[in-house]
């Protein structure tokens, strides 16, 4: 998975706990991503960061919160989760020689 | 709000045929890009086209591109059980480098089912 971790990669939580997961790369690569994969909405963009302490917001980033202390690991915080927010989480990266996405093996997320 | 859609949403084929998928997209881009799901994984990157570019060849993939119907086709040929998996088109919405990667937005995806 293109030097890519996702922790953790499975999770259950309950509503209003709030809830942190890790994206980590080895390869210094400067864009990360973080986007949520529900059926029938594709892949949508939650926040993205372009180096370190440099994050903006996507399509869906209501509801969570990011930071990125370090140039290896991008945090993607739901500060109080809800049932809305049950979905597979996948982090990505800009590399290779094209310059395109690469992408973790995401984490399932279940809010109860 | 999706950029790209995919069609068909679902397809099914007996090994050895053919298989096209078909993207539409809104809004001018500078590249279009097509990415595969295996079950349970991460995307994988297949191929990308810019918008100078009519058509593309990488191994079995072809993707044509017509910017002024604003859409672009991925065909797989002589398809295999092993290419059985869902298939995103990703448009560049804001490339702060001339056909850059740095946000992209992808359709719903088509899932292919190739049957032995």
């Known amino acids: 998975d293109a030097g890519i971790t996702q922790s953790p990669r499975h999770k259950v939580t309950e509503t209003g706990t709030p809830v942190t997961l890790r994206c980590h790369q080895t390869?210094?690569?400067?864009?990360m991503y973080w986007y949520r994969q529900d059926p029938g909405h594709g892949l949508r963009l939650i926040h993205y960061s372009y180096g370190v302490k440099d994050t903006d917001k996507g399509e869906v980033s209501d509801g969570y919160s990011v930071s990125r202390s370090k140039t290896e690991d991008f945090l993607l915080t739901l500060e109080s989760a809800t049932s809305s927010q049950t979905s597979v989480y996948f982090c990505?990266?800009?590399?290779?020689?094209?310059?395109?996405?690469?992408f973790g093996p995401g984490t399932r997320l279940l809010v109860l | 709000s999706q950029q790209g859609e995919e069609d068909p949403q679902a397809l099914s084929i007996q090994e050895g045929e053919n298989a096209t998928m078909n993207c539409s997209y809104k809004t001018s881009i500078n590249n279009l890009q097509w990415y595969r799901q295996n079950s349970g994984r991460g995307l994988v990157h297949l191929i990308l086209?810019?918008?100078?570019?009519r058509e593309k060849h990488s191994g079995r993939l072809r993707v044509t591109l017509d910017t002024s119907k604003k859409s672009s086709s991925l065909l797989i040929t002589a398809s295999r059980a092993a290419d059985t998996a869902s298939y995103f088109c990703?448009?560049?919405?804001?490339?702060?480098?001339?056909?850059?990667?740095?946000?992209?937005?992808f359709g719903k995806g088509t899932k292919l089912t190739v049957n032995p």
């Open positions: 086209i810019r918008s100078n570019e």
């Open positions: 990505a990266t800009i590399q290779g020689p094209q310059e395109t996405q690469y």
């Open positions: 990703a448009t560049d919405v804001e490339g702060l480098i001339q056909g850059g990667s740095e946000k992209l937005v």
């Open positions: 390869e210094n690569h400067r864009y």
